[in-house]
């Protein structure tokens, strides 16, 4: 934890000298999206939840939440699948932000925002099958 926090300091350090905070964040944000589980199971990791309790600004949390997005890379799905895949990613993160809330506040709002946008992408997988029916 201490090396990750020293070493967001430095970062963040050096990108306002280059006037690059904005960007600095967003690829922080998107680094620490690759976080694995933490040791209760849930992620991101205990580490990166206090960091982003710390220090979390906008473009950290944008960059984060795209990079988490990205990594689920392609999907699949048949016809008139609808948004099943998407609801079933919205309820794992909303079960997550409601048992980190008391903790990790920043971190639980960042995961409903998550859950938010799959459940936005599920509703819109099932207009499509509705429209193409």
Known sequence: MFFLRDWIIEAKKQFEKLDRVDIGDDQIGK???YSPKGKDGLWP???VRDILEEFLTENMKIGFQIGKQ???GV???AFDDGGEQEYELAQKYYDSAEKLVLSYQRTSKI???LGDNYHLQAKSEDERV???R
């Open 75 to 77: 999907t699949s799905r």
């Open 130 to 132: 509705e429209i193409e």
């Open 70 to 72: 990205n990594q689920r």
């Open 111 to 113: 995961l409903k925002d």
């Open 45 to 47: 990791h205990e580490s």
């Open 31 to 33: 680094l620490l999206s």
